[in-house]
């Protein structure tokens, strides 16, 4: 019996850096004279590409907002990530439980991707298998950085088991009807809501603490074999 392909989103799954990114985001909203809320901004840009900010601003809130200055974004963060960025809690023990092949998909850059997973020691966990939405023509809610990835790993969509915070993410996994964890866990999960808005998009499973991990990819796994 073939295992599954596990594909992990990387900001608030792997890494505790929502919060950072969020906070970055509503800055730069109100340099643009929009006053959005943690909430508002939570709703307009988790999980989804940073260079589509001011179009998730404009169809939500009906606000121009400067394009976002994607190298200057990248400074910010980098400095802020050196600073503070965290693993999830109980990540590096949950990858370390799975005998399975495991990849990285993301709505964040290969370079972020590779500073988030070095700088919380998970790096080791993925080698060189991470996947970026600069590598394929549609960010999340689109389904191509997951398909993408599957392809690269040699796996099919229903052989895919996806980890995933974000409703952008729920949604890019159920679009080609692959099994999908949901996780809110992390410490945005509060602010975000996540509980409630990922819930609406019944994931297959929802979970709160990486522990929990490993059996709910077998209880999946189990009921699709």
């Known amino acids: ?10 900001d608030g799954v792997l890494v505790d850096s929502e919060p950072i990114s969020i906070d970055l985001l509503v800055e730069h909203c109100r340099n643009s004279g929009f006053e959005i809320t943690e909430a508002q901004a939570y709703e307009a ?3 989804k590409p940073v260079v589509e900010a001011s179009k998730n601003a404009k169809a939500l ?6 394009p976002v200055d994607l190298l200057d974004f990248q400074v910010k ?10 693993p999830v809690f109980g990540i590096s023990e949950a990858l370390s439980s799975l005998d399975m092949a495991k990849c990285v998909a993301s709505s964040s850059n290969l370079a972020r991707i590779r500073m988030s997973l070095t700088l919380t020691g998970l790096d080791d966990h993925f080698g060189e298998q991470l996947f970026s939405t600069d590598f394929v023509q549609r960010g999340k809610p689109h389904p191509d950085v997951f398909l993408y990835a599957a392809k ?14 974000s409703p952008a993410g729920i949604r890019a996994a159920k679009a080609v009807s692959m099994p999908v964890i949901g996780f809110c866990g992390a410490s945005h999960s ?10 609406i998009l019944q994931p297959d499973l929802l979970i709160d603490d990486m522990s929990n991990l490993k059996s709910s990819i077998e209880e999946i796994f189990t009921s699709s074999s």
């Not at 073939?2 to 989103?9: A, E, G, K, V």
């Not at 690269?152 to 915070?165: F, G, H, L």
């Not at 602010?191 to 990922?198: E, F, Y």
């Open 1 to 10: 019996m073939r295992t599954p392909l596990i594909i992990f989103d990387c």
């Open 45 to 47: 840009f988790l999980g």
């Open 61 to 66: 809130f009906d606000q121009k907002i400067a």
């Open 77 to 86: 963060i980098f400095d802020a990530f050196r600073k503070s960025l965290k």
């Open 152 to 165: 690269r790993m040699n796996a099919t969509p229903n052989t895919c088991i996806v980890v995933e915070d």
């Open 190 to 199: 509060k602010p975000a809501k996540l509980k409630d808005r990922l819930s």
